[in-house]
Nanobody, 123 residues
Framework: QVHLVESGGGLVQPGGSLRLSCAAS????????MGWFRQAPGKEREFVAA????????YYADSVKGRFTISRDDAKNTVYMQMNKLKPEDTTVYYC????????????????WGKGTQVTISS
């Protein structure tokens, strides 16, 4: 069992930056592939980024490639997403996900999800 708690959301101006954190409780965090998704009201959940259990491989949606960076700190049981050059269209709730299967994470089929953190980009 893995419990995920996101933090770091907030209101920033276009072009600004935020760093989201996802703290995981439970054992064997280092064995889980981790991901970030986002979902706006009335829209489907959208894959944003993922990182393999060993931190070697990262994956990004085209819409955030070059602007967002996912990373993990296994000593802190935490995965991060640094978001730069934020745009108004990045506004939505961001969710953290975890699964032992990397493909499941990328496809949004993770066993474990956080409750989300709101990100708002507005001037």
């Amino acid at each position: 069992q893995v419990h995920l708690v996101e933090s770091g959301g907030g209101l920033v101006q276009p072009g600004g930056s935020l760093r989201l954190s996802c703290a995981a409780s439970g054992r064997a965090f280092s064995s889980y592939n981790m991901g970030w998704f986002r979902q706006a009201p009335g829209k489907e959940r959208e894959f944003v980024a993922a990182i393999s259990y060993d931190g070697v491989n990262t994956y990004y949606a085209d819409s955030v490639k070059g602007r967002f960076t996912i990373s993990r700190d296994d000593a802190k049981n935490t995965v991060y997403m640094q978001m730069n050059k934020l745009k108004p269209e990045d506004t939505t709730v961001y969710y953290c996900a975890a699964d032992s299967n990397r493909g499941y994470v990328i496809r949004g089929l993770s066993d474990y999800w956080g409750k989300g953190t709101q990100v708002t980009i507005s001037s």
